[in-house]
């Protein structure tokens, strides 16, 4: 697995690399090195030999660095230098960069100096304004004759582009579910900037008939949206409608739903998820606490045992470098203390 080492001027570093623990878990293979007032370049860059020397695989190093041109990037240098052929620098360090990083080692890139291609636009994306009229506007490219003539020759492939006419078939007819989630917090920084980039869907629903009806909720989920994924809340009526849909056939679909009942719900009306995502189940009176994340009362219980007697399988993680749980064992242990809260 690649190395990550985050370094930067005062405690930026450090503290990144604790967000991102937050966010994604703890990461095996990282370590982060910070230049402290009054300290030199010969201690930075002990520092960062340090942290080399603490990864468990150095045949891979990618550095993330808040600036170029500081002592941080200069002696982080010195040492890519003997390893031009591996190692790399990517400066201008934000946490969707590390995120990223992250997630693309994860998914099983083994090159350092491909991630570090891969993350520059990616932090770009990251810089965002509210409101948004507030971003400057991007320049439009120059056309060229080949680019045209390319564009004449995929004319055919390219996806239909405004209102598609009612009964149009793209692809298969049938929207590909990707991911299924069930987390109270519904679209946040996690799912953002972890599971988003792990699955690659084009489209983030979030299934609910009462949060749909929250305008405050709605607009926040959908500012979440990563770059490029369009977020919609719709309610279980028109997700249906959706899902037999032709004109979907080409959605790639993240779904989210807030509660056990929500997703149970849209498996009974034949959104058909094969598998489910198990991540915050928040505690609300009357609850049983199994998992630092996972509460459940005994309309949850029985949702997730029809769930799963309708075939659905269950991946129970918060994050993504979390272990599963055992849903099984989660649900004996529910309905235990459930019963024992009883009497």
Known sequence: MVGIILASHGGFAEGIFESGQMIFGEQKNVAHAILKPGEGPDDFHAKLEKAVDSLDDSDQVLFLIDLWGGTPFNQASTMVKEHEDKWAIVTGMNLPMVLEAYGTRLGGEESAQKIATHLVNVAKDGVKTLPE??????????????????????????EPTGTIAPGTVLGDGHIKYVFARIDGRLLHGQVATVWTPMFKPDRIIVVSDSVCKNKLRVQMIKNAAPAGTHAHVVP???MVEVSKDPRFGNTRALLLFETAEDADAAKKAGIDFKKLNVGTMSFKKGDVSLTKDISMNQEDVDAIKDLRDRGVKFDVRAVAADTPHDMDKLLEEAQTKLDQQKN
């Open 133 to 158: 009229s507030l971003a400057p506007k991007a320049a439009a490219p120059k056309a060229d004759k080949a680019s045209n003539d390319d564009k004449s020759a995929d004319k055919d492939k390219q």
């Open 236 to 238: 279980l009526k028109k």
